[in-house]
């Protein structure tokens, strides 16, 4: 297992996203800092905190609307599945997104 370390501002929202995909991780605290195990390989790791932050910025808009990254969009399956498991059509793209994504549809 790798271990990784995660700030306590974004710790709530991985593992959050860590749990809504059925993915075995470990937590502890040192020294004040979280440390977060899984079996994700780095890129893999790095989808899933992509997804923490569009978790946490979901929360500071106070909306049920989801939030997904440019990546998310362009992933037909994983889509879906996020899609079906909100239960909502509309999304928000996540703001550092917004500009790649509006590149990628040709706007």
């Known amino acids: 297992m790798k271990i990784r370390k995660v700030s306590d501002v974004i710790s709530p929202y991985l593992i959050?996203?860590?749990?809504r995909d059925g993915i075995r991780y470990g937590i502890t605290k040192q020294d004040g800092i979280n440390l977060i195990s899984t079996?994700?390989?780095s890129r893999q790791f790095k989808v899933c905190m992509e997804d923490a932050f569009c978790e946490?910025?979901?929360?500071?808009?106070?909306?049920?609307?989801?939030?997904?990254?440019?990546?998310t969009l362009h992933d037909g399956k994983?889509?879906?599945?996020?899609?079906?498991?909100?239960?909502?059509?509309?999304?928000r793209v996540l703001s550092k997104d917004r500009e790649a994504y509006r590149k990628s549809i040709g706007l």
């Not at 994983?78 to 999304?91: G, P, S, T, V």
């Open 16 to 19: 959050r996203v860590l749990k």
């Open 39 to 41: 079996n994700l390989s």
């Open 56 to 71: 946490k910025e979901r929360d500071s808009i106070c909306s049920n609307v989801p939030v997904y990254s440019n990546r």
């Open 78 to 91: 994983k889509l879906r599945r996020l899609r079906k498991l909100y239960d909502c059509n509309a999304f």
